[in-house]
Protein backbone atom coordinates (compact mmCIF):
# COMPACT_ATOMS: atom_id res chain seq x y z
CA UNK A 1 0.00 0.00 0.00
CA UNK A 2 1.41 3.16 -1.02
CA UNK A 3 0.46 6.99 0.45
CA UNK A 4 -0.07 10.03 -2.27
CA UNK A 5 2.23 12.26 -1.10
CA UNK A 6 -1.17 14.46 0.33
CA UNK A 7 -1.89 11.91 2.46
CA UNK A 8 1.21 10.51 3.05
CA UNK A 9 1.24 12.16 7.09
CA UNK A 10 -1.75 12.21 7.86
CA UNK A 11 -3.02 10.64 10.88
CA UNK A 12 -7.00 9.96 12.32
CA UNK A 13 -6.57 11.33 15.61
CA UNK A 14 -9.56 10.74 18.22
CA UNK A 15 -9.75 12.90 21.35
CA UNK A 16 -11.83 12.17 23.92
CA UNK A 17 -12.34 15.42 26.86
CA UNK A 18 -14.22 13.88 29.58
CA UNK A 19 -12.20 15.46 32.67
CA UNK A 20 -13.75 17.28 35.19
CA UNK A 21 -10.56 19.63 35.77
CA UNK A 22 -9.95 22.79 33.22
CA UNK A 23 -6.31 21.80 32.73
CA UNK A 24 -6.74 18.64 31.38
CA UNK A 25 -9.40 19.75 29.08
CA UNK A 26 -7.35 22.92 27.96
CA UNK A 27 -4.51 20.54 27.24
CA UNK A 28 -6.92 18.04 25.23
CA UNK A 29 -8.15 21.62 23.39
CA UNK A 30 -4.52 22.50 22.39
CA UNK A 31 -3.67 18.86 21.31
CA UNK A 32 -6.85 18.89 18.69
CA UNK A 33 -5.95 22.51 17.75
CA UNK A 34 -2.00 21.12 17.37
CA UNK A 35 -3.35 18.19 15.30
CA UNK A 36 -5.87 20.06 13.13
CA UNK A 37 -3.04 23.26 12.45
CA UNK A 38 -0.92 20.36 10.99
CA UNK A 39 -3.19 18.96 8.88
CA UNK A 40 -4.26 16.00 10.63
CA UNK A 41 -7.45 14.43 10.72
CA UNK A 42 -9.08 15.37 14.13
CA UNK A 43 -12.63 14.16 15.84
CA UNK A 44 -13.03 15.65 18.91
CA UNK A 45 -15.31 14.08 21.18
CA UNK A 46 -16.49 15.89 24.89
CA UNK A 47 -18.16 13.32 27.51
CA UNK A 48 -18.99 13.90 30.85
CA UNK A 49 -17.97 16.99 32.64
CA UNK A 50 -16.45 18.27 29.53
CA UNK A 51 -19.93 18.71 27.96
CA UNK A 52 -20.38 22.04 29.90
CA UNK A 53 -18.11 23.20 27.52
CA UNK A 54 -20.77 22.86 24.72
CA UNK A 55 -23.72 24.16 26.39
CA UNK A 56 -24.85 27.87 25.22
CA UNK A 57 -24.68 29.56 28.16
CA UNK A 58 -20.94 29.47 30.16
CA UNK A 59 -20.11 27.06 32.51
CA UNK A 60 -16.31 26.93 34.16
CA UNK A 61 -13.32 28.38 32.11
CA UNK A 62 -14.75 31.09 29.96
CA UNK A 63 -11.47 31.33 27.99
CA UNK A 64 -11.66 27.78 27.28
CA UNK A 65 -15.59 28.12 26.12
CA UNK A 66 -14.00 30.46 23.98
CA UNK A 67 -10.91 28.92 22.47
CA UNK A 68 -13.08 25.85 21.92
CA UNK A 69 -15.39 28.66 19.14
CA UNK A 70 -12.06 28.49 16.76
CA UNK A 71 -12.05 25.21 16.20
CA UNK A 72 -13.38 25.34 12.80
CA UNK A 73 -10.27 27.76 11.96
CA UNK A 74 -8.06 24.63 12.48
CA UNK A 75 -10.11 22.56 10.31
CA UNK A 76 -11.99 20.85 12.98
CA UNK A 77 -15.60 20.86 11.49
CA UNK A 78 -17.59 19.16 13.99
CA UNK A 79 -17.41 18.62 17.76
CA UNK A 80 -19.31 15.54 19.04
CA UNK A 81 -21.02 15.18 21.93
CA UNK A 82 -20.96 11.90 23.68
CA UNK A 83 -23.84 10.82 26.18
CA UNK A 84 -26.73 8.74 27.06
CA UNK A 85 -28.44 11.24 30.00
CA UNK A 86 -29.78 14.35 29.47
CA UNK A 87 -30.63 16.40 26.36
CA UNK A 88 -32.52 19.08 27.46
CA UNK A 89 -29.58 21.92 27.82
CA UNK A 90 -29.02 24.59 24.39
CA UNK A 91 -25.91 23.26 22.39
CA UNK A 92 -23.85 26.32 21.64
CA UNK A 93 -24.74 27.53 18.16
CA UNK A 94 -21.09 28.75 17.27
CA UNK A 95 -20.05 24.81 16.68
CA UNK A 96 -21.49 22.26 14.68
CA UNK A 97 -22.64 19.60 17.46
CA UNK A 98 -23.08 16.40 16.37
CA UNK A 99 -24.17 13.79 19.40
CA UNK A 100 -22.80 10.25 19.41
CA UNK A 101 -23.53 7.02 20.41
CA UNK A 102 -21.41 4.20 22.30
CA UNK A 103 -21.74 2.07 18.93
CA UNK A 104 -20.60 5.34 16.81
CA UNK A 105 -18.16 5.80 19.38
CA UNK A 106 -16.48 2.64 19.13
CA UNK A 107 -16.56 2.22 15.33
CA UNK A 108 -14.63 5.73 15.54
CA UNK A 109 -12.20 4.37 17.63
CA UNK A 110 -11.50 0.96 15.68
CA UNK A 111 -10.81 3.27 12.88
CA UNK A 112 -8.59 5.91 14.74
CA UNK A 113 -4.22 6.06 14.35
CA UNK A 114 -4.12 8.04 17.50
CA UNK A 115 -6.37 7.75 20.44
CA UNK A 116 -5.63 10.12 23.29
CA UNK A 117 -8.03 10.54 26.28
CA UNK A 118 -8.00 13.58 28.68
Known amino acids: MSDSPD???VRKWLLLLSGAGDI???AGTDLAL???AFGQSVTLVLAGDALKLLYSTIEGDDALWRLLGSLPYYDIESVHALHGGDTSRAWRDDLNIVAMSYAEW???ALEADILVHY
Open 24 to 26: SLR
Open 34 to 36: AAG
Open 7 to 9: TAC
Open 106 to 108: HAA
